[in-house]
């Protein structure tokens, strides 16, 4: 069973940076692809950033590339989230979610995955 959990939220401040973890305490996710959602208060559920099985092939939206960084470490079974150039905008409840393996131009939407984690908090102050 694949379970995920989300660790490394929290408040800083506009500019700021954080850096998400998503591991898998369960079976492996190695030979999944895996992606980031966040959702805001009032808002729906939006996708964020996607890497491939391998890390060769990543997806981002255009609200955060150039900002976000999204990598994996196989041997950690752990999928990072490097969050830069933090705006108001970026605060939302962090998801991280695992699917299986396909095309990367099919992984922006949330019906693509299988597991998801609890979620974590990202408030960014202006």
């Known amino acids: 069973q694949v379970q995920l959990v989300e660790s490394g939220g929290g408040l800083v401040q506009a500019g700021g940076s954080l850096r998400l973890s998503c591991a898998d305490s369960?079976?492996?996710?190695?030979?999944?692809?895996v992606g980031w959602f966040r959702q805001a208060p009032g808002k729906k559920r939006e996708f964020v950033a996607a890497?491939?099985?391998?890390?060769?092939?990543?997806n981002y939206a255009d609200s955060v590339k150039g900002r976000f960084t999204i990598s994996r470490d196989n041997a950690k079974n752990t999928v990072y989230l490097q969050m830069n150039s933090l705006k108001p905008e970026d605060t939302a409840v962090y998801y991280c979610a695992a699917g299986v393996s396909r095309p990367m131009s099919t992984m922006r939407t949330g019906d693509r995955y299988d597991y998801w984690g609890q979620g974590t908090q990202v408030t960014v102050s202006s």
């Open positions: 890497i491939s099985w391998s890390g060769g092939s990543t």
């Open positions: 369960g079976r492996t996710f190695n030979s999944y692809t």
